[in-house]
Nanobody, 120 residues
Framework: QVQLVESGGGLVQPGGSLRLSCAAS????????MAWYRQAPGKQRELVAS????????NYADSVKGRFTISSDNAKNTVYLQMNSLKPEDMAVYYC?????????????WGQGTQVTVSS
């Protein structure tokens, strides 16, 4: 089991920045990758960014490339999402996801979500 606790959401003006944090209940070394997803009202949940823990390899949705940065701090069992130049279309509930090895496959874990509101 992995418990994930997100924090850092809030209200920000367009062009502003926020940093989301996702604290895992166990060592990131036991996790394959972690990711941030978001879901806006009436829309499907979409992948925003992901990071493979062992290699540090990252992946981003086209809509956030150059503006968002995902990173991990293995000593703190925490993954971050630095969001810069925020736009109204970035407004959504952001969810942290972790994939851990489980048998021959993976087990997904989710946080409770944190609201990001971009508005003037």
């Amino acid at each position: 089991q992995v418990q994930l606790v997100e924090s850092g959401g809030g209200l920000v003006q367009p062009g502003g920045s926020l940093r989301l944090s996702c604290a895992a209940s166990r060592s990131l070394n036991s996790i394959y990758d972690m990711a941030w997803y978001r879901q806006a009202p009436g829309k499907q949940r979409e992948l925003v960014a992901s990071i493979i823990i062992t290699s540090g390899r990252t992946n981003y949705a086209d809509s956030v490339k150059g503006r968002f940065t995902i990173s991990s701090d293995n000593a703190k069992n925490t993954v971050y999402l630095q969001m810069n130049s925020l736009k109204p279309e970035d407004m959504a509930v952001y969810y942290c996801n972790a994939r851990a090895h489980y048998g021959l496959g993976f087990q997904d874990y989710w946080g409770q979500g944190t609201q990001v509101t971009v508005s003037s």
